[in-house]
């Protein structure tokens, strides 16, 4: 059974750090191409980061240098470093990837960031 498990939210002040972190079971690690969306409630969720097997990144536009995506294949975990947080980045945190043509989820972490 496949698992995704979000933690490392919480609330922080502008300007502040997050370290997010997805651990994964049931999947081929190695082999996945890991994903982090966001969701504000009443929003649709939206790209974050994008991590490939091979460790190629992409980022979301309004990231703007200010995350990173990560992976460590030992512990088939992936990781998302939050700086400079803005209280517009205040949401729900997905850990996601797709495997074996299933589209999968985590239940999210909530990242607040006051002002």
């Known amino acids: 059974q496949v698992h995704l498990v979000e933690s490392g939210g919480g609330l922080v002040q502008s300007g502040g750090a997050l370290r997010l972190s997805c651990a994964t079971s049931?999947?081929?690690?190695?082999?996945?191409?890991m994903n982090w969306y966001r969701q504000v409630p009443g929003k649709q969720r939206e790209f974050v980061a994008r991590?490939?097997?091979?460790?190629?990144?992409s980022y979301a536009g309004f990231v703007k240098g200010r995350f990173t995506i990560s992976r460590d294949n030992t512990r088939n975990t992936a990781q998302l470093q939050m700086n400079l947080l803005e209280p517009e980045d205040t949401a729900v945190y997905y850990c996601?990837?797709?495997?074996?043509?299933?589209?999968?989820w985590g239940r999210g972490t909530l990242v607040t960031v006051s002002s």
């Open positions: 049931g999947i081929r690690f190695g082999l996945a191409h």
């Open positions: 991590i490939t097997s091979n460790g190629t990144t």
């Open positions: 996601n990837t797709n495997w074996k043509s299933r589209d999968l």
